[in-house]
């Protein structure tokens, strides 16, 4: 490979002969930050290492991680009138189970990015008839930030700001990780924007309770390199510690400041992860010590009715695909009657439009099925499913008028 794309080409050689030295038979690290996997790729770093050491990604991005179920109760919360969603850009394309923020801003809804929680309290105080809905997500590198934009609507005063609470936290995702036998993770190069946050400590439990190795590492290739050659050193030893590469970012005992808003603001809870499932006490929730309204409490809507709209999406999407493409009509209307008994149990007759669109089911056969259902509950765009194919494929959810 060409060394003179690094910075330093002379420091590049060293390190990569340093990793070659020390590089024990066999080796699997994980990097868990995004920002890594982005530099490890791009600037081909996997092919610099040992034939038996392997570069595995972790669950390094917190938008990625974000579950369906977070973002269909987003989404519900986006369909309300005169709600206004408040989200950083890269949340727009994650989707839920039917739908992204980015299709609903197209069809309409009021889903503005912004670059900081601070712009959605701009939002707020601009638009005092609306309910801005911030979307909080993020590792302990943005939960500071939001915890201070609360702690600063408090003190304004504001009654249009609300947060839904997705942030995450980076170490008890990685003990679940970790203490899978199956992965045989041998050591972890360890983010260094959330250790600007949280420091060392709280990752000792890698070295003092599984015998793993990390190294908090910087984002430039050869900051990468340098953290690779650190562990190397450590598997060469037989050390398990939690050492920093990345020291002109990161002190051992973090950032009190942001962790101290941290600790007022919010409480640790247990998290939903996509790919990973419930993690305990890797997420964060409104601590009790603060008045702010957090995930979703907009007036009228409840944090549990939002929830339920939510969920009865995820639900009825998810038995109505088990239903053949070939299904006659009356196993259609039984496949539709169990899934509607079910809505109507979680959402407590919540006031629900069903969206026909696409394939399979054909005119008589749909309109049929689609009967089971009553006004009172539910109302069809009727002429358009009776002329081609449909297929049942959305709930939209709108709030009640009492």
């Not at 109505?320 to 299904?327: D, F, G, H, I, Y």
Request: net charge positive; aromatic share 6%; proline share 6%.
């Amino acid at each position: 490979m060409d060394l003179s794309v690094f910075k330093d080409p002379a420091l590049a050689k060293g390190l990569i002969h340093s990793i070659d030295s020390w590089a024990p038979e066999q080796a699997t690290l994980m990097e868990v930050c995004g920002t890594h996997t982005v530099a490890i790729a791009r600037n081909g770093l996997r092919d610099l290492m040992p034939n038996d050491t392997k570069l595995v990604s972790g669950p390094g991005c917190p938008v990625c991680v974000t579950s369906n179920e977070d973002i269909d109760t987003v989404i519900a919360l986006a369909r309300i009138p005169n709600v206004m969603i408040a989200t950083f850009g890269d949340m727009t394309r994650v989707p839920g189970s039917t739908s992204s923020l980015l299709k609903e801003q197209a069809e309409g809804r009021s889903i503005n990015i912004v670059y900081s929680p601070l712009d959605a309290l701009k939002l707020a105080q601009e638009h005092p008839d609306k309910e801005i809905v911030f979307v909080g997500v993020g590792f302990e590198t943005t939960t500071p930030l939001v915890a201070m934009a609360i702690k600063r609507a408090q003190a304004l005063g504001l009654k249009n700001f609300s947060v839904f609470v997705a942030h995450k936290n980076m170490p008890n995702a990685l003990e679940v990780i970790v203490s899978e036998p199956e992965l045989k993770i041998d050591a972890l190069i360890l983010p260094g924007h959330v250790s600007t946050i949280i420091g060392t400590k709280p990752y000792e439990f890698l070295a003092e309770k599984y015998g793993i190795p990390g190294v908090i590492t910087g984002f430039e290739p050869v900051d990468v390199l340098q953290g690779i050659a650190m562990i190397m050193r450590q598997l060469h030893e037989g050390r398990a510690e939690i050492e920093i590469a990345y020291s002109r970012g990161v002190m051992r005992e973090g950032n009190p400041v942001a962790l101290a808003a941290i600790d007022e603001v919010f409480d640790t809870v247990d998290a939903t992860w996509r790919g990973l499932g419930v993690i305990p006490g890797s997420g964060y929730a409104k601590s009790s010590k603060t008045s702010m309204r957090s995930n979703a409490s907009i007036p009228k809507w409840s944090p549990r009715r939002i929830q339920r709209a939510a969920a009865v999406e995820m639900c009825f999407v998810a038995s109505w695909r088990q239903t053949n493409a070939r299904s006659s009509a009356k196993s259609a209307r039984q496949r539709i009657r169990s899934v509607r008994a079910w809505s109507l149990r979680k959402a407590r007759a919540l006031p629900i439009i069903v969206t026909i669109k696409s394939s399979f089911l054909k005119g008589s056969c749909a309109a049929r099925a689609c009967s089971v259902y009553p006004y009172p509950f539910h109302s069809f765009v009727a002429p358009q499913f009776c002329a081609k194919p449909v297929f049942l494929e959305r709930l939209c959810f709108r709030p009640s008028a009492s």
